[in-house]
Each structure stands twice: as C-alpha cells, then as structure tokens.
C-alpha cells in the first residue's frame, strides 16, 4: 500500500491510498467517523471530477486540536482490531 499526502494542515489532511477500492475506503472511513474528534471523513475516487485522479483520496477534518494524522492512525488501529475479531470468529464457527 503506497501513501501520499496531498494537503495537510492542523486540522485537515488528504491522502491518496493507492491500490485501494471501495470496500476498504468505506472501512477506513466509518472507522473514522466512529472516532469523537473526526467531524469528517471522506473519499473521492471518481477521476472525472478530481481532475484525471485514479486512486483514492481520503480527507480527513478534526475539532478539538485534534491531529488528523493520529486519528488516521487510531483509525487503522480500529479496522485491524475488527478484522481480527471477525477472523477469529469466523474460525471458531467453522
């Protein structure tokens, strides 16, 4: 998985996810808007109207002094802890 940041400042941040499609762009983004100080979370992938863009781009706006970046990662933290819990579930009803 490759990142880039396109836009950061205190209380936003953008970066483009390559390789990713909807389904992990979904994830990540309730995962997010599940945190207290995210008050949006969201992606673009449609290229028409981003400018000939192909990869998806996450944006990312925080209250509270909150840092976009640690909540991307408390985020990630989130959907590993998920996918591990359904696996392990998932395991033991097989």
């Known amino acids: ?4 940041v396109t ?3 205190d ?5 483009e996810i390559a390789g990713e499609d909807h389904t992990f762009m979904n ?4 995962a ?3 945190h207290d100080d995210v008050s949006a979370a969201t992606y673009d992938v449609n290229p028409e109207q981003s400018g000939g863009q192909t990869e998806p ?4 706006k925080t ?3 909150a840092d ?3 909540c991307l990662e408390e985020a990630a933290v989130t959907v590993r802890e998920k996918a591990t819990s359904f696996r392990d579930a998932f395991e033991a009803a097989a």
């Open 27 to 30: 994830v990540l983004k309730g």
């Open 11 to 15: 209380n936003e941040l953008s970066i």
């Open 68 to 70: 976009p970046l640690e």
């Open 1 to 4: 998985m490759e990142l880039r």
């Open 7 to 9: 836009e950061s400042t």
């Open 32 to 34: 997010l808007l599940e």
């Open 63 to 65: 209250e509270g002094g």
């Open 57 to 60: 781009i996450l944006t990312i």
